[in-house]
């Protein structure tokens, strides 16, 4: 028995055929791009996830270690990628995502972050001891001459913002950080471009200099211009490779 063959079936399928081909491409240009837009501040997310963003601030609660990054002067942010990248910093995660990066690309994350503004969570001052925040001020605004620690103002600007080229601002940044950086340089974990300026102050500092000084930083609200200062008074208080004295 021969079986029929239907044969308007050929039309409808090339004519199914003919109506997908011209309508596939017209529903594709419909739909929206679904790729990441090639920006700076796309690919900087991954830094914005642990120092915070406008979109993404930081907690204001529970332990804080990392830094807030945002505002502070292009020149340091460079200084500390190149740091993580040649080892100077140890901390792995950072490491890892500098570690391929070129000098360009380096400048050109610091200068991002240095033109962003971000609000600051502050420490509350009531769970401070009063006599630990009078020496935290004391170092931080007069320093101490018997141990030969230089006010902090001397270099990091009258309004603890910092000051340009290299110097970062000491408001904003949370107590655990201060102390972790502290601490690193006291047991020779952090370093920077000789001479380390930071790591012999922080050598003369007792531990408990230590917690009263990221106490009172830590609890210092930032001012309404956060920005860095122009520069400091010179002569520095003491010689710092990463901010070295301006040649005549």
């Known amino acids: 028995m021969r079986l029929p063959v239907f044969r308007s079936a050929l039309p409808c399928a090339a ?25 700076l501040a796309q690919r900087v997310a991954a830094c914005t996830s642990c120092h915070g963003s ?30 993580f990248r040649n080892g100077r910093r140890q901390y792995p995660l950072m490491t890892y995502m500098v570690e ?21 969570p502050v420490l509350a001052r009531s769970g401070i001891p009063a006599r630990e925040l009078a020496r935290g001020r004391e ?11 230089p006010a902090c103002v001397a270099c990091h600007g009258q309004r603890l913002t910092g000051a340009l080229p290299a110097i970062p601002g000491l408001v904003g940044l949370p107590r655990d950080y201060i102390n972790a950086q502290l601490g690193a340089w006291r ?54 490779g990463s901010q070295p004295e301006a040649r005549p």
């Open 139 to 149: 170092l931080v605004l007069k320093g101490d001459a018997a141990l030969k620690v």
């Open 54 to 83: 406008a979109a993404n601030p930081p907690p204001t609660q529970g332990p804080r270690y990392y830094p807030r990054i945002a505002g502070k002067p292009a020149g340091y942010l460079y200084n500390q990628l190149q740091n």
């Open 187 to 240: 047991n020779g974990t952090r370093h920077a471009h000789a001479p380390d300026c930071m790591a012999t102050i922080a050598g003369r500092l007792t531990l408990a200099d230590v917690a009263a000084v990221s106490g009172w930083l830590a609890s210092e609200p930032l001012p309404d211009d956060a920005d860095p200062a122009p520069d400091v008074a010179r002569p520095l208080p003491l010689a710092c």
């Open 15 to 39: 004519l199914l055929a003919a109506l997908l081909a011209a309508l596939l491409p017209a529903a594709a240009a419909a739909q929206p791009e679904r790729g990441v837009p090639d920006t």
């Open 100 to 120: 391929h990066l070129s000098d360009d690309y380096l400048h050109e994350i610091a200068a991002y972050f240095s033109t962003q503004h971000l609000p600051a």
